[in-house]
């Protein structure tokens, strides 16, 4: 299923978002971030217990060194490919969600 995350007006740079979509199972979160031209989408589901990666709609937390943080327990995430570098789910990955860009908008491909 495609569907379509926002149309695209002022991402910035290394930026989190999230989006939530209707589905035929239910509501599904996305995490999507833009680094240097490329759009990365991840389930917005922590892989240790399953809870949402932003503290408050949309909102992450970011450490020094760019990871993303969960907010339940501190599990550390590399930005790129989703990775747990620290944390009590070292070596598991988000789940990543394939993203494709048009001239205008974001879709989100679910399987
Ligand atoms: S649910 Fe994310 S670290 Fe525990």
Redesign the pocket.
Known sequence: MICRLASIKDVKQGSWYEYSLQTDNGLFSVMLRFDNGVYHGFENS??????R?DYAAGEFLISETGTIV??????EFNPNNGLCVN???LGESLKPVQVKVNEKDIFAIIE
């Open positions: 922590c892989p240790h217990q399953g809870r990666m969960c907010p339940a327990h501190g599990a944390g009590p789910c």
